[in-house]
T-cell receptor, first 115, second 113 residues
């Protein structure tokens, strides 16, 4: 069975601190995709990144960086120098092909960034 | 503007009412989805339409009835709902039903009284 675990329910930091959101996934598939989405208070989920299982290269996009480690089945997300606008719920997701592609979302991590 | 538009943004309905949620995308995507987001629970996939055909129905009660008249529009018809159906209903679309990478709408906040 596939599973996505975001063990941190809520994280609170002060502006300019770095913060890492953890994501651990489970799948027996060798081909899969991993995602991070941001859900601000307005409600819509915003796509941040997609990684396929064959690409373990870490990625940096501005203040955001992602660390994909197949050895530990983790796909962690780090925000450097956090800002108040980063306050949101962040979801990690896994897409696998189980007789049809299926996406499983983690429970989400609520991030509070205080000024 | 996210590219996926959902109406209404908020809906309050009685348990005997019939209402519909609407989702529209003009991104040229071929797949559309309904998700349910309840407090403190992971997103629950309800329905998947790929090329206007329903390809997944995740054991959703029959009081929820989806309709996909064309690749740009998706509806969720609601009737005789229960208070536990109160949630945020999110519509999403993607280029195809593989690989994820969804574009989500802002959701409809549904309250059943």
């Amino acid at each position: 069975a596939q599973k996505v675990t975001q063990a941190q329910t809520e994280i609170s930091v002060v502006e300019k601190e770095d913060v890492t959101l953890d994501c651990v996934y489970e799948t027996r598939d060798t081909t899969y995709y991993l995602f991070w989405y941001k859900q601000p208070p307005s409600g819509e989920l915003v796509f941040l990144i997609r990684r396929n299982s064959f690409d373990e290269q870490n990625e940096i996009s501005g203040r955001y960086s992602w660390n994909f480690q197949k050895s530990t089945s983790s796909f962690n997300f780090t925000i450097t120098a956090s800002q108040v606008v980063d306050s949101a719920v962040y979801f990690c997701a896994l897409t696998v092909n189980t007789g049809g592609f299926k996406t499983i979302f983690g429970a989400g991590t609520r991030l509070f960034v205080k000024a | 503007e996210t590219g996926v538009t959902q109406t209404p943004r908020h809906l309050v309905m009685g348990m005997t009412n019939k209402k519909s949620l609407k989702c529209e995308q003009h991104l040229g995507h071929n797949a559309m989805y309904w998700y349910k987001q309840s407090a403190k629970k992971p997103l629950e996939l309800m329905f998947v339409y790929s090329l206007e055909e329903r390809v997944e129905n995740n054991s959703v009660p029959s009081r929820f009835s989806p309709e996909c008249p064309n690749s740009s529009h998706l509806f969720l018809h609601l009737h005789t709902l229960q208070p536990e159906d109160s949630a945020l209903y999110l519509c999403a679309s993607s280029q195809d039903d593989r690989k994820g990478g969804y574009t989500f709408g802002s959701g409809t906040r549904l309250t059943v009284v």
